[in-house]
């Protein structure tokens, strides 16, 4: 019996690589981080606490931290509708991806290249184009409307359109092939057999999914959710064409400030909060679903 | 209900005209068969050959097209695997990575709504018996194969099946290890008394192991018995070059003296146990294990069935044996394995000598059978 204890030591053999090669390939990376998220950062940074100076369009360093008080302030509203958009689109899009992931991984057989085309082909159109499509979609007189008129869901003088229903679908249909690929990548690894393990050792279907399924492949929910929440969040595109002025989210304000106000810094001091809390709520997240332990 | 996996009837597991077809395709073909309850069974055969599809079949994780499967008196065919009292141990294990070892163990045992006191114990029970009590807390990529395969076992036989399934359980292990795990796996199997049903296209291995083997081919069983059967008195030349090495010599029927069959092999009258027989016409193909030929330079007195005028045609020592590959009169080669255990000088390629061995060592198959089927 000692023989199999010996045998696992040496298979942790390290080695070690002083070749200076992973360095030099660091090189082109960094540099486009420095110059185009480090500097533009940077700027951003000091803009925030900039007030405005004689003429329109230039701005003084002051110093003025309250810029982030007062521009929260103002926009407390579009702050908690990202938030909330985001997340309504986040589990909207989290319900479709995940069965037409797991359909994909496991039940597709020889479609499975053509359905992942399928999941991708949104892209080649532009992300402009396909919002102004969803727009006729759920418009006067597209399909959804009429469908949901005659099965008297809603009356004839309702519209869906310039609400916040049209801009989160439209932000969950936006960002569902962000949400679909790395939850097919995590199912897909799933060794199908320890499906068959589990259903060995008398876990029936729903328990297989329970106990097996979805906790290895919570990475790829873990993943799929961020890269939904964190666009989406943000986003103003879906907010002006499917919304309302009732429907603003944080994006419409930061852009506002920037191109119609020319507020530049109320819309850094907005674009840092974001990013803030944003990121708080990753970490948050992220810690609480515990991934690291799952690979 | 699965509750009933540990209480429910036991007893010998029944193959009954069990056929699983992919269109034209037969991979299990009409297969009857009984495993009696309590044996260490192998389905052996090359890959291919329908052994895992049987066994999936068994497990439920593949449908039979037509056939039925009983264990004891249930028919178990048409059941859910989760309902079925039969556990697998996975080629590659397949463990739940996200688990710890201990949870690994438990989770049959969790879905049966056991008690948590009567999971740890039944747990802690298992873990003792195959020597990893220290790995409970670990995860499956922690462990080395060896181990891994271990827990593999463990978690299979903690439900305390009617039956326990192995599909090639040792096929991802070095060979020592190999060598280690089938004694291990046999002693677990004799220590708890489950029957197992063991799929390997290692004839080794199921040997080493097993008390009755099924020889497989092309869906169909070729031949079963205890593994001393089979390899001396083989009843087809798949199962005759499958397990271990023979040397399949045709020849005529020509008389019978007693409990022999006498056998004209290119002019050379030999003897046959006529119970080691299967020739059902005058043509045979006589059969002689290459470590039952005595080997002898020419000239030199001999007994028993005596083949003269073969040439050494190539030599090689191997520590415990030589094997010789010799040239015969009719222009075929046998092969010979000579103990190294005399001072006798060993024989030098070109040699003429003669060969010779006692008949009861030798077995007849129908002269039909293709010679070179089954071999490595």
Known sequence: MAAFRGASAKVFGLKDNKSALPYLLLIPGLLWLAIFFIVPIFSLGQMSTKVPGADIGEFVQEYRFSNYIDAFNSSKEQFLRSFLYGLLATIIALAIAYPLAYAIAFKSGKWKNILLVLVVAPF??????????WKQILGEEGPVVSVLRTLNIISVNTSITSSAFAVVTGLAYNFLPFMTLPLYASLERIDPRTLEAA????????????????????????????????????????????????????????????????????????????????????????????????? | M????????????ILKNLTKSYGDFSAVD??????????????????????????????????????SIFVGETDITDMKPYRRPVNTVFQNYALFPHLTIFENIAFGLRRRGITESEVK???DKVLNLIELPQLATRKPNQLSGGQQQRIAVA?????????????????????????????????????????????????EEAMTMADTIAVMNKGKIEQMGTPEELYDS???????NFLGQSNLIPGEV???????????????????????????????????????FRIAAEGKSTHGNVLTGGVVSDVSYIGVSTQYQVEMPWGKEVMVFEQNDDEEEMLRKGAKVVLSWEPIFTFALDGSENVSAGSH
């Open chain 2, 234 to 240: 083989p009843k087809t030349a798949f199962v005759a």
């Open chain 2, 254 to 292: 020509s008389g019978s003296d007693g409990d022999n069959l006498i056998v004209d092999l290119f002019g050379t009258k030999v003897a046959v146990p006529k119970a080691r027989s299967s020739a059902r016409g005058n043509s045979a193909l006589v059969g002689v294990r290459p470590e039952k």
């Open chain 2, 121 to 123: 114990t039944a747990v």
């Open chain 2, 30 to 67: 009409d297969l009857s068969l009984v495993v009696p309850k309590g044996s260490f069974f192998a389905l052996l055969g090359p890959s291919g050959c329908g052994k895992t599809t049987t066994l999936r079949m068994v497990a439920g994780l593949e449908e039979p097209t037509s056939g």
């Open chain 1, 199 to 295: 259903g060995d050792l008398y876990a029936n279907g729903f328990t297989t999914f329970r106990k097996v399924t979805l906790p290895l492949s919570m990475p790829g929910v873990v993943a799929g959710t961020l890269l939904t929440f964190i666009p989406a969040a943000g986003d103003y595109i879906n907010a002006t064409i499917l919304g309302s002025p009732s429907n603003k989210m944080l994006g419409n304000v930061i852009e506002a400030r920037f191109f119609k106000i020319v507020d530049y810094p109320a819309a850094a001091a907005l674009s840092f909060t974001l990013m803030a809390a944003i990121l708080i709520l990753i970490t948050i997240y992220t810690k609480r679903t515990g991934t690291e332990e799952l690979v």
């Open chain 2, 155 to 203: 978690r299979a036989i903690v439900n305390r099946p009617a039956l326990l399934l192995l599909d090639e359980p040792l096929g991802a292990l070095d060979l020592k290890l190999r060598r280690q795990m089938q004694i291990e796996l046999k002693w677990i199997q004799t220590e708890i008394g489950i029957t197992f049903v063991h799929v390997t296209h290692d004839q």
């Open chain 1, 124 to 133: 080649f159109v532009s992300f402009l184009l396909r919002t102004i499509a």
């Open chain 2, 2 to 13: 699965a509750v009933d996996a540990s209480t429910s009837a036991r007893g010998d597991l």
